[in-house]
């Protein structure tokens, strides 16, 4: 199997194909990116991923691998000639693990809330759990870091791939709700972890303009109240 | 000894996948077991974010989260690996566990519901079983292969646990007719010694979980 034969399957304006695509350049791993089209599953992607029928979908020769942060891990193990995304230590490894899962399980969902929100107390209950969350995650900050600019330390890590991510659509639930999440004052360290994270040289190019991430989702919100 | 603490409840399937990785790696630990009405201070201190168990404390530092906890064991203790080698199995054995996960509230919808609402929710178990079943297990004896490995813990709350919960919400999804493999793989796991001597008495739990389902289908 050709180390270069990768492929991934996903389109550019989801936070989860997004992961890949930086755990990739990190790796300094080449791979296609075929135009998969919004809101429809090509045949590859139903065929690849029968079980779930979602993007990323990463094929490494003629293997797919599914689910986001299980295709990052992955490439972290594959491809260990790059710098680690995981650290080496067990703890450490747990604390990154334990981050990435609360990112997934409880901030993400409390930040679609947010965005989803059409009344102001749905918005302020929304906004509030975010706070709530974001709060949590600034002391992680704090405790992975050691000090340093990244929850992986030095460079770019795990969590910082898994939330980091997500920072376009942050931006534009902030912009859609008329709200600041990342604030200064309360989560000082995420602040300028963000600015770091994006002038990354693996995450330059790869998630998209705040400005289009607000468009596409009324263009979505419009779809869904017409159908 | 001393040195490993788990917070745990004897209820809990999360924190059997837990005893069970320790004790098929033969790591002495010491349990300590939670009131989760009345939650020991110790606990809310290891998991702020959660307040749940189980919770792993090796050299005074916690872990929380059943399944980071479970990597947790076979990264600090590599005897008797319950993980493939190979990156690729790793990500299959990793797939089916978050699949087990992501199904989750799909089995708990089917425990809190009655009537219609509980038939139209079996009909999608039924399925998630089927997929276990055809592609997850297809013809090992173990999720693992030929020995338990991290799946066939994630999925350890199926025998046992969905078996009692059956009797108690009235459903017979996990049938030996219609799940043939899924069912004797449930009747395997349980007879491994590390399985067999760890799992709660069925009659309490049986009482335990009834008056939970009263409890979730009064509100």
């Known amino acids: ?227 | 000894m001393g040195e490993v603490k788990l917070h745990g409840f004897w209820a809990s399937p999360f924190s059997h996948r837990v005893i069970w990785a320790l004790k098929l790696k033969g790591v002495e630990y010491e349990y300590m077991e939670e009131d989760l009405s009345n939650k020991s201070q110790l606990l809310l201190q290891y998991n702020p974010a959660h307040k749940k168990i189980p919770v792993l404390v090796h050299r005074n530092k916690p872990v929380a989260e059943s399944l980071v906890i479970l990597e947790y064991i076979e990264e600090t203790w590599p005897e008797n690996p319950l993980l493939p080698l190979d990156a690729c199995d790793r990500a299959m054995a990793r797939f089916w566990i978050n699949f087990g996960e992501q199904k989750g509230p799909v089995f708990f919808n089917l425990f809190r519901t009655t009537g219609e609402a509980q038939e139209k929710t079996g009909e999608e178990v039924a399925q998630i079983l089927k997929t276990i079943e055809e592609k997850a297990l297809g013809d090992n004896n173990f999720f693992g292969g030929n020995t338990l490995g991290l799946v066939d813990l994630s999925f350890g709350w199926l025998p046992h646990w969905f078996e009692v919960t059956e009797q108690v919400q009235g459903t017979k999804l996990l049938d030996p007719t219609t799940l043939p493999r899924l069912h004797a793989w449930a009747q395997n796991f349980k007879q491994v010694p590390v399985i067999r001597d760890n799992l709660p008495d069925p009659q309490k739990l049986s009482a335990h979980l009834k008056r939970l389902r009263g409890n979730l289908l009064k509100n």
């Open chain 1, 1 to 227: 199997m050709a180390a270069t034969d990768v492929k991934l399957l996903g389109v550019g304006p989801s936070p989860y194909v997004n992961r890949v695509q930086i755990a990739l350049n990190l790796k300094s791993v080449n791979y296609e990116f075929p135009e998969q089209t919004m809101g429809s599953k090509s045949e590859l992607v139903l065929k690849s991923n029968p079980v779930h029928k979602k993007i990323p979908v990463l094929i490494h020769g003629d293997k797919p691998i599914c689910e986001s942060l299980i295709i990052v891990q992955y490439i972290d193990e594959f491809w260990t000639s790059g710098p680690s995304i995981l650290p080496s230590d067990p703890y450490d490894r747990a604390l990154h693990r334990f981050w990435a899962a609360y990112i997934d399980d409880k901030l993400s969902p409390v930040m679609r809330e947010l965005r989803m929100a059409e009344t102001e107390e749905a918005k302020q209950v929304a906004l509030d759990r975010s706070s709530e969350g974001l709060a949590l995650l600034e002391e992680a900050f704090t405790e992975c870091s050691k000090g340093k600019s990244f929850f992986g330390g030095d460079n770019i890590g795990y969590v910082d791939i898994a939330f980091g991510s997500s920072l376009g659509w942050v931006r534009a639930s902030e912009k859609l709700a008329g709200v600041t999440l990342l604030d200064q004052a309360k989560t000082p360290g995420l602040v300028s972890w963000a600015h770091n994270f994006s002038s990354h040289q693996a995450v330059k190019g790869v998630i998209p303009e705040t400005d289009k991430l607000v468009e596409l989702f009324k263009m979505f919100q419009a779809k869904a109240k017409a159908n």
